[in-house]
C-alpha cells in the first residue's frame, strides 16, 4: 500500500472510530488521520502478534480495515483513560 493508501485509510479508520466512540477528542482533520494511520499500525501489531493473523497489505482488505479501526479505538480509550474529561468546557 502507498503513502496515500495509508493517509485514505487512516482519515477513514479515524472518523470510523471517533463515531463508534464519540466524545471530546484531540485532532480536527489532521489529528483524526493521525490517530487512525498510527491505530492501523497498532491495529495490524495487535492482529499479527496475538490473533495470529497477518494483515495484508491490500487496500480493501477487510481484515486490514478492522484492525485499522480496532487499533484507532484502543488509541482513543488510553487517550481517555490518561486524559479522561481534560478537554471539558468550563
Same mark, same amino acid.
Given at each position: 500500500?502507498? !503513502?496515500? *493508501?495509508?493517509?485514505? %485509510? #487512516?482519515?477513514?479508520?479515524?472518523?470510523?472510530?471517533?463515531?463508534?466512540?464519540? @466524545?471530546?477528542?484531540? *485532532? #480536527?482533520?489532521? @489529528? +483524526? +488521520? /493521525?490517530?487512525?494511520?498510527? #491505530?492501523?499500525?497498532? #491495529? *495490524?501489531?495487535?492482529?499479527?502478534?496475538? %490473533?495470529?493473523?497477518?494483515?495484508?497489505?491490500?487496500?480493501?482488505?477487510? @481484515?486490514?480495515?478492522?484492525?485499522?479501526?480496532?487499533?484507532? /479505538?484502543? /488509541? /482513543?480509550? !488510553?487517550?481517555? %483513560?490518561?486524559? *479522561?474529561?481534560?478537554?471539558?468546557?468550563?
Amino acid at each position: 500500500m502507498t !503513502i496515500i *493508501g495509508w493517509i485514505i %485509510l #487512516g482519515l477513514i479508520a479515524g472518523v470510523i472510530a471517533k463515531i463508534l466512540l464519540p @466524545g471530546r477528542d484531540p *485532532g #480536527g482533520l489532521v @489529528g +483524526t +488521520t /493521525l490517530t487512525g494511520i498510527v #491505530g492501523a499500525f497498532l #491495529g *495490524g501489531w495487535i492482529s499479527s502478534k496475538f %490473533l495470529d493473523r497477518p494483515i495484508s497489505k491490500d487496500f480493501f482488505d477487510a @481484515g486490514t480495515w478492522v484492525a485499522a479501526i480496532g487499533g484507532s /479505538l484502543v /488509541l /482513543l480509550i !488510553i487517550y481517555r %483513560l490518561f486524559f *479522561g474529561n481534560s478537554r471539558e468546557r468550563r
